[in-house]
Nanobody, 124 residues
């Protein structure tokens, strides 16, 4: 079992930055691929970024590529999402997720553990 707690969300103006954190506890964090997803009102949850167990492989959604960076610190059991050049369309609840496998995963159904989410609101 893995418990995930996100933090770092908030209100920011367009063009600004935020860094989300996801603290994991429970079974070995360093064995899990991790991901960030987001869900805007009235929309389905969508993939944002994923990182392999070692941090050596990352993949991003086209909509955030070049603006967001996913990283992890296995010594701290924490995964991060650095979000720069934020746009109003980035407004959503952001969720951290952990998979039982080591390699990157892009699909929602590939993740077994989810955090409660943190709200990110970008004003124009």
């Amino acid at each position: 079992q893995v418990q995930l707690v996100e933090s770092g969300g908030g209100l920011v103006q367009a063009g600004g930055s935020l860094r989300l954190s996801c603290a994991a506890s429970g079974r070995t964090f360093s064995s899990n691929a991790m991901g960030w997803f987001r869900q805007a009102p009235g929309k389905e949850r969508e993939f944002v970024a994923t990182i392999s167990w070692s941090g050596g492989t990352t993949v991003y959604a086209d909509s955030v590529k070049g603006r967001f960076t996913i990283s992890r610190d296995n010594a701290k059991n924490t995964v991060y999402l650095q979000m720069n050049s934020l746009k109003p369309e980035d407004t959503a609840v952001y969720y951290c997720a952990a998979a039982r496998v080591q390699n990157i995963q892009l699909l929602t159904r590939s993740y077994d553990y989810w955090g409660q989410g943190t709200q990110v609101t970008v004003s124009s």
